[in-house]
């Protein structure tokens, strides 16, 4: 009896042993699994804050094509001012009648496209390069355009007083006739919306909004008689085909590479650590 008891209380024990070591193998189990997925989260977190952060790559280039985009007008009208002007006018451009509450949307142009061109360095990079790529091509024409083959509006009267027409005279002031064909105005608004079409960080709702506001840019350069309609539709086929044929024809790709040579000697190892 007292060995069949001893026996038992053997077995009693070793299951309670057995139990302890299964719950403690349990135990470190789960923490170890907590512990993989701290670890995990902990690792994903900077790679998904880094992939919201603005791409250094893209600041350079940016500031090239903003500098381009004044550089142009400046100096397409210096040049073209001693060339005799011309006209474009057709028989539709008289449909467009001189509305000056059109000169809101004409003004917003420059905030949206400012906006958009940083919005498009969240595209891939085959996609910003060939936006840039495009951008700087049709400021090289377009300034080469104005220079020797300046195209002037005949412009209404905006005497009249009263806010609209205030911001009217001041931007016929500001934006000399001659710098007409092709409307770099209608060509940026463009872009502005190829820029970030189909990116994926960038809702569909804005994509919408903007190919409509590009459109309505367009249409603020005839009623403010800023430009002729042939100016408007020359400024949207040449940003439709330099973007499309940047891409097609990788014209973007000694635009990329000179703007990685100068990225890496500006910002050195935080390129290197944004491509890695």
Not at 192 to 221: D, E, M, N, P, R
Request: proline letters at 4%; glycine letters at 6%; charged letters at 15%.
């Amino acid at each position: 009896m007292v060995n069949r008891s001893k026996a038992q209380g053997a077995r009693s024990l070793s299951k309670d042993q057995g139990a302890n070591l299964k719950a403690r193998s349990l135990g470190e189990a789960q923490e170890t699994d907590l512990e993989a997925r701290s670890l995990s989260s902990v690792q994903e977190a900077p790679q998904k804050a880094r992939s919201l952060n603005f791409p250094v790559y893209a600041v350079i280039p940016l500031v090239v094509i903003i500098a381009a985009h004044y550089l142009t007008y400046d100096l397409g009208a210096w040049i073209g001012s001693y060339f005799p002007g011309s006209s474009l006018e057709l028989h539709i451009d008289t449909i467009f009648p001189f509305v000056p509450a059109w000169i809101l949307i004409y003004i917003a142009a420059y905030p949206f496209c400012l906006l958009n061109d940083i919005l498009a360095s969240y595209a891939d990079r085959k996609r910003f390069f060939g936006f840039c790529t495009a951008y700087l091509l049709i400021h090289i024409i377009a300034m080469v355009l104005f220079a020797v083959f300046p195209v002037f509006v005949d412009r209404p009267d905006v005497s009249q007083s009263g806010i609209l027409y205030d911001l009217v005279r001041a931007m016929y002031e500001s934006d000399l006739s001659g710098n007409c064909f092709p409307s770099l105005h209608c060509g940026l608004a463009v872009l502005a919306f190829l820029g970030i079409y189909k990116v994926k960080k960038i809702s569909k709702a804005y994509q919408w909004f903007s190919l409509v506001f590009a459109i309505l840019i367009c249409f603020s350069t005839l009623f403010t008689k800023e430009h002729f309609l042939a100016d408007a539709l020359a400024g949207v086929a040449l940003a439709i085909f330099l973007y499309y044929g940047s891409l097609r024809f990788k014209w973007y790709v000694p635009v990329e590479h000179a703007f990685n040579w100068i990225n890496q000697r500006i910002w050195g190892n935080v390129i290197q650590n944004e491509n890695s």
